[in-house]
């Protein structure tokens, strides 16, 4: 069965703490992306990142970097010196081939506090 | 350019009542899927429409329909509703069946309240 966990369900932070979030997923695909959502109070899933099952590479953007490890089927997130700002729920999630349907975690909620 | 919009942004209704809710997709894109978010959830894959007809369900009762016009935008229906049915509603849309690698656009929900 296609599966993505997030074990953390919240995590709270002070601004400037680096702050990583969890991501295992189970696929029985051989070839498969995996995406990092942001979702903030308004309610609009923000896209930030995806990766393909070939790659991996790990990938820099700014403050936020991921971690993907197919031997261990993570797909890791972290943010660097965070903010404010980055308070949201963050949900990871995996395509379902042929089909489009994205399957999401539960979502890590992150507060970053002043 | 504008991006995936939905209406109405919230609504109340109660048990027993039928709801329909409306999604215009971004620009360019032709599929439209909806996701059903229930309080501290994941969204979860409700159906996808692609060339007016639906092509893909998720684990949903026959009480949720949808449909697709010819411009792309789409509606979700929901007869005779139930508490459990309280959500933030979510349509994503998508270019082809599944989308350029993959990626898909999310409007910013509508949120149904079921009294």
């Known amino acids: 069965a296609q599966k993505v966990t997030q074990a953390q369900t919240e995590i709270s932070v002070v601004e400037k703490e680096d702050v990583t979030l969890d991501c295992v997923y189970e696929t029985r695909d051989t070839t498969y992306y995996l995406f990092w959502y942001k979702q903030p109070p308004s309610g609009e899933l923000v896209f930030l990142i995806r990766r393909n099952s070939f790659d991996e590479q790990n990938e820099i953007s700014g403050r936020y970097s991921w971690n993907f490890q197919k031997s261990t089927s993570s797909f890791n997130f972290t943010i660097t010196a965070s903010q404010v700002v980055d308070s949201a729920v963050y949900f990871c999630?995996?395509?379902?081939?042929?089909?489009?349907?994205?399957?999401f975690g539960q979502g890590t909620t992150l507060q970053v506090k002043p | 350019d504008a991006g995936v919009t939905q209406s109405p942004t919230h609504l109340i209704k109660t048990r027993g009542q039928q709801v329909t809710l409306r999604c215009s997709p971004k620009s360019g894109h032709d599929t439209v899927s909806w996701y059903q978010q229930a309080l501290g959830q994941g969204p979860q894959f409700i159906f996808q429409y692609y060339e007016e007809e639906e092509r893909q369900r998720g684990n949903f009762p026959d009480r949720f329909s949808g449909h697709q016009f010819p411009n792309y935008s789409s509606e979700l229906n929901v007869n005779a509703l139930l508490l459990g049915d309280s959500a933030l509603y979510l349509c994503?849309?998508?270019?082809?069946?599944?989308?350029?690698?993959?990626?898909?656009?999310f409007g910013e929900g509508s949120r149904l309240t079921v009294l």
């Open positions: 999630a995996l395509i379902e081939n042929n089909t489009g349907k994205l399957i």
């Open positions: 994503a849309s998508s270019q082809g069946l599944t989308g350029v690698a993959g990626e898909l656009f």
